[in-house]
């Protein structure tokens, strides 16, 4: 009811205020409902659905109330959803941690469940939490991006709809906007790079393969490794 009110009086000041306000609902599924649903294909521009891939990985780290797994609770509802937006303005979002280094068979296992607007992201917390990602686990991450990046070019010969939205380095983002195996973010920063090697050194690597291209507008930045484009930031001023 607070989300309803909340649009409710930015819907009322729109005019007055010369503005388009657009609004983005993250849920996790459990009180998902036919109601919530119709009111944000009505009102929001974009809604995230927070689910981690297969089942035995969601359900480790997302249990419901009672203890028990939430998986089956939420996929028939999250699927009813991204069919009721006709695939579009959604994404399925989940995170990964050290529990599912392999995490890309969990975006494969989210396309081939049917959703075509995924994001799969590195968790981000505290050293010291069991399923923190560590140094020691990029030789890996790596291996899976690049399975995860051959998989989609597979899809996308095969005439499979499939958006894959992602941050390489754990960090908070920008707004993803390129389909395929590349993640396009927009910084309203001149410096590109030294927000993109920040992210890196954080994990303590640096960027493999730094090219960089379009100067004019602002800056366009490509990263690729063994071929394929994994990490890819626009700036404009």
């Not at 975006?107 to 995924?118: N, Y």
């Not at 960027?207 to 960089?212: E, F, G, N, Q, S």
Request: charged letters at 30%; a positive charge.
């Amino acid at each position: 009811e607070v989300v309803k009110q909340l649009v409710a009086y930015a819907r009322s000041i729109e005019k007055e205020k010369n503005k388009n306000f657009r609004f983005t609902l993250t849920t996790n599924g459990i009180l998902l409902n036919d109601d919530i649903m119709e009111f944000a294909n009505k009102e929001m521009d974009n809604v995230v659905l927070s689910i981690d891939g297969r089942k035995e990985v969601h359900d480790q780290m997302r249990p419901s109330r009672n203890g028990k797994g939430s998986y089956d609770v939420i996929l028939p509802k999250f699927l009813k959803f991204a069919e009721s937006r006709n695939q579009t303005k959604y994404y399925a979002r989940g995170t990964f941690t050290r529990n599912n280094l392999d995490f890309s068979e969990d975006v494969k296992h989210l396309a081939e469940l049917g959703f075509e607007q995924i994001s799969v992201e590195p968790v981000v917390g505290l050293e010291t939490e069991p399923y923190a990602i560590k140094k020691e686990d990029l030789p890996k991450l790596y291996e899976e991006y690049d399975k995860l990046a051959k998989y989609m070019i597979e899809r996308k010969k095969a005439g499979k709809a499939c958006r894959r939205f992602g941050d390489f380095f754990a960090g908070k983002k920008g707004p993803a906007l390129l389909p395929g195996p590349a993640a396009r973010y927009v910084h309203r920063s001149g410096d590109v790079s030294r927000v993109a090697c920040e992210r890196a050194s954080r994990l303590g690597t640096t960027l493999p393969d730094v090219k960089k291209c379009f100067p004019g507008m602002g800056s366009h930045f490509l990263w690729v490794k063994n071929g394929f484009p994994i990490w890819e930031v626009i700036s404009w001023r």
